[in-house]
Nanobody, 119 residues
Framework: VQLVQSGGGLVQAGDSLRLSCAAS????????MAWYRQAPGKQRELVAH????????NYGNSVKGRFTMSGDDAKNTVYLQMNSLKPGETAVYYC?????????????WGQGTQVTVSS
């Protein structure tokens, strides 16, 4: 599975931005897709997560009500709509696909995209 991200950039606080993550290759047994972010000097944190089987979505507490994760099965693409962005959310954002097999699992990562929120 190859993941190619797009979107991101420099925005002002309060602005919106949409990230995309297009998947190619064998996407069978994909259990879940997610968005993570990593700010300088901090650990990577989960932003949003969606389960393939039922479409159930979970969000990090800090983004609930402002961020929305969605997917387009026909395009094999997942999105992260980010509204009311805050300066503290400046980070590199990564998409993740988690593939589950009977005897193991594998994670795939996008290349990362920089989101910079100015105050």
């Amino acid at each position: 599975v190859q993941l190619v991200q797009s979107g991101g950039g420099l925005v002002q606080a309060g602005d919106s931005l949409r990230l995309s993550c297009a998947a190619s290759g064998s996407t069978i047994n994909i259990y879940a897709m997610a968005w993570y972010r990593q700010a300088p000097g901090k650990q990577r944190e989960l932003v949003a997560h969606i389960t393939s089987r039922n479409g159930h979505t979970n969000y990090g507490n800090s983004v609930k009500g402002r961020f929305t994760m969605s997917g387009d099965d026909a395009k094999n693409t997942v999105y992260l709509q980010m509204n009311s962005l805050k300066p503290g959310e400046t980070a590199v954002y990564y998409c993740n696909y988690h593939q589950q097999f009977p005897l193991g699992a594998r994670d795939y990562w996008g290349q990362g995209t920089q989101v910079t929120v100015s105050s």
